[in-house]
């Protein structure tokens, strides 16, 4: 099993999930996504240099994933995004979430820092919005996403996309046959 490390915020995430979501649909490649609060403040950011570099470097990938990617107003934290991310996997409804959340950000430039917007959002994909906003407001789930943030940065995930393959972190845009390798060997 491979784990997939992304954050919304990041364009070569969006692209490396939507990959990933593709060939565990296609083939049952055995990937897991798991959501990584990357920069880990609750402050909007501006959309730094580094980022729209990389939104020309992963330009040729994101069309071949029919991923759209035009820079958002800022990056926005997205600590209560991956709490919402949370309930969908309960919910089995995680890849939509996923689709959805980086959608919002990279196509319409959404503030998925805002916990209205992230339960329109959660009832668009499927979910019960009590629910979404119930996990919304619970400052201990927060704090769980949080301090699995930091265990992941201890053991090494420091940028996104990430890859864990038995074991051995790797960046986690990768083309498509080197990630059905990957997860052959895993």
Same mark, same amino acid.
């Given at each position: 099993?491979?784990?997939?490390?992304?954050?919304?915020? $990041?364009?070569?995430? #969006?692209?490396?999930?939507? @990959?990933? =979501?593709?060939?565990?649909?296609?083939?049952?490649?055995?990937?897991?996504?798991?959501?990584?609060? #990357?920069?880990?403040?609750?402050? %909007?950011?501006?959309?730094?240099?580094?980022?729209?570099?990389?939104?020309?470097?992963?330009?040729?990938?994101?069309?071949?994933?029919?991923?759209?990617? %035009?820079?958002?107003? &800022?990056?926005?934290?997205? #600590?209560?995004? =991956?709490? *919402?991310? +949370?309930?969908?996997?309960? #919910?089995?409804?995680? =890849? !939509? &979430?996923? !689709?959805?959340?980086?959608?919002?950000? &990279? $196509? =319409? /430039?959404?503030?998925?820092?805002?916990?209205?917007?992230?339960?329109?959002?959660?009832?668009?994909?499927?979910?019960?919005?009590?629910?979404?906003?119930?996990?919304?407001?619970? @400052?201990? %789930?927060? !704090?769980?996403?949080?301090?699995?943030? /930091?265990?992941?940065? %201890?053991?090494? *995930?420091?940028?996104?996309?990430?890859?864990?393959?038995?074991?051995?972190?790797?960046?986690?845009?990768?083309?498509?046959?080197?990630?059905?390798?990957?997860? +052959?060997? /895993?």
């Amino acid at each position: 099993m491979l784990t997939l490390f992304h954050d919304y915020t $990041s364009p070569a995430s #969006a692209v490396a999930v939507a @990959r990933a =979501h593709r060939l565990i649909a296609a083939e049952g490649l055995p990937i897991e996504t798991v959501g990584f609060e #990357a920069v880990g403040v609750d402050l %909007r950011l501006p959309v730094p240099e580094q980022t729209h570099a990389e939104l020309a470097e992963v330009a040729e990938d994101a069309e071949a994933e029919g991923v759209t990617l %035009r820079p958002p107003p &800022w990056l926005a934290p997205t #600590a209560l995004a =991956h709490v *919402v991310a +949370e309930v969908a996997a309960q #919910a089995e409804r995680l =890849h !939509a &979430w996923d !689709a959805a959340l980086y959608r919002a950000v &990279w $196509s =319409h /430039g959404a503030a998925i820092d805002e916990p209205a917007v992230l339960a329109d959002l959660a009832e668009a994909v499927g979910l019960d919005r009590t629910t979404t906003e119930q996990a919304l407001d619970d @400052r201990v %789930r927060l !704090a769980a996403v949080r301090r699995r943030a /930091g265990e992941h940065r %201890r053991e090494g *995930v420091g940028g996104v996309p990430t890859l864990l393959a038995q074991r051995t972190l790797v960046p986690g845009l990768l083309a498509e046959e080197d990630l059905r390798g990957l997860a +052959e060997l /895993g």
